[in-house]
Each structure stands twice: as C-alpha cells, then as structure tokens.
C-alpha cells in the first residue's frame, strides 16, 4: 500500500482504496468518427439506399 493510506473495513471485510484515474477519450472518439463518417456513408448508402427502394418496390406490387 502507498504511504499515507489505510485501509477501511466495511460489513466485516477489509476495503483497500482504490486509485481512481481518468482518461480523456472524448476527443480521439470524436476525431475517429468524423473521420470515418463520411467514407461510411459513401460506401454504405447507395447499398442501403438501394436495399430500401427493392423492398418498397416490391411492396407496392404485390398490392
């Protein structure tokens, strides 16, 4: 254990402190996902787009 710490006990069991460390992942997300976003929807979309517009034409003619 670092120096200047204890340990607590808590319902009988010893609880030892636990360091807790934060890591800033807000900005590298972010700057994966805008990068990513477009190619995503540059290859994904007309598939997408087309997908949809098979199912709704097919829709409509078995009416």
Not at 6 to 26: F, N
Not at 39 to 50: D, Q, S, T, V
Request: aromatic share 4%; glycine share 4%.
């Amino acid at each position: 254990m670092a120096a200047g710490m204890s340990c607590s006990v808590w319902r009988g069991k010893t609880v030892t402190p636990i360091d807790v460390v934060k890591i800033p992942m807000a900005v590298p997300l972010t700057t994966a996902f805008k990068q990513n976003i477009e190619r995503i929807r540059r290859e994904r979309l007309p598939k997408e787009l087309g997908y949809a517009l098979q199912h709704q034409l097919r829709m409509v003619i078995k009416r």
